[in-house]
């Protein structure tokens, strides 16, 4: 029988930066002992995924190192837009060989991708009544070259994929570890904003209920502050993490504009198609999508089986990687059969939607004078003065209106989406009782404020280091706190070895 993983280091690898978190389980608690980002090599990573595992190889090698991480097994999350598919679906009840007929066949009419050569994989989620006629599965699919591809980049970087998971599941652990006492039983819709891309994903109580990606991200933001000034995109980068906010007086009419969105308006004459519960509601995972994004939300969660074992030397190709006879083999559609000698994946025997171990201090802070180095000073280029003073958050000044107008359309776009999603939800019988926000797109001033009046819902930023002690000589909780939005998935992914 294989041994269980004590300790595990969780890899995010973005468009913009590489984020890794290394816990270690102390008894039946985990604890961070490593964290830490860098930026992403330029040009080798896109919402295609990985496609020069070298450079990312060499970077996330030189991050673990510098960040003091020593455990040699990995859990990674699979990137790109267009190289993962994942999806909650929902079938009539059945036992296990009538499903695994069914998800054959789902699998093989929602296969997006060009290439034929895929691995897949389904799970039920846990039942809230079991006499309910139908039963809710998660599938996902990813081309196998995808898959090879990342595992090549952590052999690049010294260490073994034990499992290769996707960012809804591990933002699901994140949020299972540090709010599962606070949320039990409520509907959360976390939307995480990265570079290039955003997932809005709705959980209860761990369970990924409905997920979704969209082709917006911070990106996108910098470019318009860079198209309305006219300066460079590294210029604009710097305004919008320094001087940019959401003015106070947009989140106060947003707040009134959802007065009426919501069916209070002071006005009984006045009609919105949101105060009408029969009006018909677009489902947003049908709406044409961007010309190099695919058509569908994508993001899965394909893992290969916990060997247990401290690893040995490399394996020359994917190929090589041991897996127990137990672990799930992936379904490939017949007219084009997997590989002989591909590996296979599964969940690895972890249920994700377990609770939450109890006990550990809240961000218990390491010796002051080992704090943990932030990313390379030369990697990013140096303030630049563009006339903008930074805007004083107690008024709307000129500066902060004029950055605000040059994001403007983006941030309503971004926001359209986000409630596209949730009343879409609500229009299949749910309802949503709060949003958290992660991914550093959203470290945005003002962005939470503004999503919490303009949807009537409460909004908070995701802290994934909740409930987790600190203990890595390099890890400084002051570092922590600044970026905890920015390490959902990587703190999720390392917490594989609980759920």
Not at 69 to 74: E, F, G, I
Request: glycine share 8%; hydrophobic share 40%; proline share 10%.
């Amino acid at each position: 029988m294989a041994k269980r993983l004590t300790s595990v280091v969780g890899v995010d690898i973005g468009s913009q930066m590489i984020k890794v978190a290394e816990i270690r389980l102390k008894g039946r608690s985990p604890e961070i002992t490593a964290v830490g980002m860098t930026p992403t090599p330029e040009g080798s990573v896109d919402h295609t995924g990985v496609y020069n595992p070298d450079e990312v190889g060499a970077a996330l090698k030189k991050l673990l190192s510098e960040c003091g991480s020593t455990t040699k097994q990995a859990v990674v999350s699979i990137a790109g837009q267009a190289s993962v598919l994942v999806r909650t679906i929902e079938v009539p009840r059945m036992n296990d060989e009538e499903l695994k007929d069914h998800m054959r066949w789902e699998i093989e009419r929602n296969i997006p991708f060009a290439e034929s050569n895929v691995l897949s994989d389904y799970k039920p989620l846990p039942d809230e009544d079991p006499n309910s006629p139908n039963m809710d599965v998660v599938l996902a699919i990813a081309p196998q070259s995808a898959i090879e591809t990342v595992v090549s980049v952590m052999k690049k970087a010294g260490r073994a994929a034990v499992a290769i998971d996707v960012e809804p599941l591990g933002i699901a652990r994140s949020l299972t570890q540090g709010y599962e006492d606070d949320y039990r039983d409520q509907m959360i819709c976390v939307v995480d904003m990265g570079h290039k891309s955003s997932s809005i994903n709705i959980y209860k109580s761990g369970k990924l209920l409905q997920p979704r990606q969209i082709p917006i991200g911070g990106e996108m933001f910098t470019r318009a502050i860079a198209d309305s000034f006219g300066i460079t995109f590294e210029e604009a980068e710097e305004i919008k993490l320094n001087k940019a906010r959401i003015p106070d007086s947009v989140i106060a009419s947003a707040g009134q504009d959802n007065l009426s969105a919501f069916g209070f308006s002071f006005d009984p004459s006045a009609t919105s198609g949101y105060a009408d519960p029969n009006a018909p509601v677009a489902n947003p995972f049908l709406a044409p999508p961007a010309a190099d994004i695919p058509a569908v939300p994508d993001n899965p969660f394909i893992a290969p089986l916990d060997t247990g074992a401290e690893p040995g030397p490399e394996p020359s190709d994917a190929g090589d990687m041991q897996v127990p006879p137990s672990a799930y083999e992936a379904e490939v559609p017949p007219a084009a059969p997997e590989p002989a000698d591909a590996p296979a994946y599964t969940y690895g025997g972890h249920d994700p939607y377990a609770g939450a171990p109890s006990g550990g201090d809240v961000h218990a802070a390491p010796p002051a004078d080992q704090p943990m180095a932030p990313p390379p000073a030369t990697d990013y280029a140096p303030p630049v003065d563009h006339g903008l003073a930074v805007p004083d958050h107690g008024s709307d000044d000129p500066d902060t209106l004029r950055i605000y107008n040059a994001m403007s359309s983006v941030l309503d776009e971004f926001l359209a989406e986000i409630r596209r999603s949730i009343d879409y939800f609500r229009s299949r019988g749910g309802e949503i009782n709060r949003i958290m926000i992660s991914g550093g797109g959203t470290k945005l001033h003002g962005m939470k404020e503004y999503i919490a009046a303009s949807l009537g819902l409460e909004c908070d930023a995701m802290d994934p280091f909740r409930h987790l002690n600190l203990v890595g000589k390099k890890v400084a909780s002051g570092y922590v706190h600044e970026h905890a939005q920015e390490f959902a998935v990587a703190v999720g992914n390392g917490l594989f070895i609980v759920y």
